[in-house]
């Protein structure tokens, strides 16, 4: 049975408001969609497939801004959401700052004992004039993530274990030069005098991304910029918002039941076979009580529609309503 994923219930909670900043903050820590991100913006990923990244190299379970992803989530949408590492970063003098989004990621190709190598934080900035300019927000972002990994990451002078860090600013108003652009910021070699050749892999510690989100007609518009102008505009239905997403980017909208249904529907067929009906042992009533009660709250659905789905045999359901009602 095939039901909405997290993703696909969040588009359509939110409506036209997807540009609001909580609302749009959910929207962006979907793995899919993080994947998008990474595979479109950050040079380690650019040959790898969206759901091999979603699936294998986006690690931990991030959160956003400190609060839970969607308080009301069910137990089956785990996973596909991220929650986040630790979204602040206190310090006596330099005062706390609280990222919209941070999780760490897998480098392919890094070797069994590194597993962990970037550290990356998404923004949602809806706001391009805020009286300083992004860009230097972002680079003073990464330096913070930088600074905050002693301690955690690596103590006394093991420099060599700091991670590299990304900081990717989503911004849903840009002004019109900006629209439809992605800049990133990086640190570069420049050799003044003579030539060096340091391994990237020690000054390349900080990359400043900022994605600028504009509305299709000019060539720049495809790829990850359609993308988040689909999924954060206020100017489309979430009906078509979903087709769009699916139909473009492959990115699915529904999964399947398994935990509710499948294992349920095996359970009651079991039941039926052994010709069991008012015997039925306590632990399993419950049990198929319990997942009656998750599908007419998850779903909306009337309790015949639920022992329906679970394929709860005729004679059974009066009984299974009265302890409902009860």
Known sequence: MEIENILAKNIAAAGDKAAYDTVCKRLLANKVILAWIMKSCLEEYGDLGVNEIAEKYIEGEP???????????????VG????????????????TVTYDIRFYALVPGAGERETVS???????????????????????????????????????????KIKKVYSIWVCVNPPKYRKNT??????????????????????????AVMICIGHSGDDNYGGILKL?????TSEKEPEEKKRIL??????????????????????????????????IEKGIREGILSSIRNLMESMGWSAQQAMEA??????EQSAYSYNLDK
């Open 80 to 95: 596909e959401q991220i929650k986040g590492t630790k979204t602040e970063d206190s310090t006596i003098k330099e005062g």
């Open 182 to 207: 992605i800049a990133r910021y990086t640190i570069r070699e420049e050799s003044l005098v003579g030539e060096v050749s340091e391994k990237k892999e020690n000054y390349d510690l900080l990359t």
């Open 246 to 279: 699916q139909k473009d980017f492959d990115i699915k909208m529904t999964k399947k039941l398994e935990s509710e249904v499948s294992e349920l529907c095996n359970l009651s067929k079991g039941i039926e076979d052994r010709g069991i009906e008012k015997g």
């Open 118 to 160: 970037l550290i990356i934080n998404v923004e949602a900035q809806n706001d391009f004039y805020p009286g300083y300019p992004i860009v230097k927000r972002g680079i003073y972002y990464c330096s913070r993530m930088i600074s905050s990994q002693y301690g955690v990451e690596f103590a006394d002078s093991h420099y060599e």
């Open 310 to 315: 679970l394929k709860i045999p005729e004679a």
């Open 63 to 77: 959160q956003i801004a400190g609060t839970p992803v969607n308080p009301d989530e069910e137990a089956n949408d």
């Open 228 to 232: 988040l102008d689909v999924l954060l």
